[in-house]
C-alpha cells in the first residue's frame, strides 16, 4: 500500500504568460519602485512582529493569529513585485497581499503549534539552503538575462527558464517561511 508525503505548507506559483510586451521590460523596475519603497518600510514592521511572535511561540508555542496574517499579506505582496520585476507577469502587481484574482499565488497555512525549541536554531539549519539559494541565484541572473532578450525578440518567456525562475522563488518562500519562524516543517530542496 503507498502512502503519498503529505504537501508542503507553503505554496508558491506563477501562472505561465502565453506573451509578454516586449517593452515594457525596459520600465517594469521604474514601475515597480513605489511598491519597493512601501515593502521597505514594511521589511521593518515584519522584522519587528517576527521579533515579538519569537517570544509569543516561546512561551506559548503559537504564532499570534494577526501577526501571522500580517507577515503572509508581506510575503505575498513581495512574490507578486517580484515576478513582475523577474519578468514573469505583465499585469501590474495590487498594493498589498489581497488581490486573489492575481496571476501569482503564495499561500502558507497557519501552523496550529509551533516548536518552542526550534525557534532558536532555526537560523542555523537553514544555512545549506542559504548557501544553495545564493548559488541558484547567480544562475538565475543568467536565466534572467537570456529570457530578457528572449522576450524582446519573440514577446514570449521560454518555458523552461520560466518554471526554473518560478522554482527558485518557490525554495525561497519556503526557506524565508521558516526562517521568519512562521513554519517548523523544514523546507525541501526542491524547486517543485
Known amino acids: ?29 521604474l514601475l515597480a519602485f513605489p511598491h519597493l519603497l512601501i515593502l521597505g518600510v514594511l521589511t521593518y514592521l515584519v522584522e519587528l512582529t517576527t521579533f515579538i511572535s519569537w517570544f509569543a511561540i516561546l512561551f506559548t508555542g503559537r504564532y499570534p ?15 507578486r513585485v517580484t515576478a513582475y520585476m523577474a519578468l514573469l507577469r505583465d499585469e501590474y502587481p495590487p498594493f498589498g497581499g489581497g488581490n ?32 544553495i539559494l545564493a548559488l541558484l541565484g547567480l544562475l538565475g541572473f543568467a536565466v534572467y538575462v ?20 518560478v522554482g527558485i522563488g518557490r525554495w525561497y518562500m519556503r526557506v524565508s517561511a521558516y526562517v521568519w519562524l512562521i513554519r517548523d516543517e523544514y523546507p525541501p530542496f526542491s524547486l517543485s
Open 100 to 131: 486573489p484574482e492575481y496571476p501569482v499565488h503564495l499561500d502558507i497555512q497557519y501552523p496550529e503549534k509551533l516548536s518552542r525549541l526550534l525557534i532558536f536554531v532555526k537560523w542555523l539549519l537553514a544555512i545549506p539552503h542559504l548557501i
Open 146 to 165: 537570456i529570457a530578457w532578450f528572449a522576450i524582446l525578440f519573440t514577446g514570449r518567456f521560454p518555458r523552461s527558464l520560466f518554471d526554473f525562475l
Open 65 to 79: 493569529r494577526a501577526l501571522f496574517d500580517l507577515a503572509v499579506v508581506y510575503f505575498r505582496w513581495d512574490a
Open 1 to 29: 500500500m503507498a502512502t503519498t508525503a503529505p504537501a508542503y505548507p507553503v505554496t508558491f506559483d506563477v501562472e505561465y504568460p502565453e506573451r509578454l510586451s516586449r517593452w515594457l521590460i525596459f520600465f517594469k523596475w
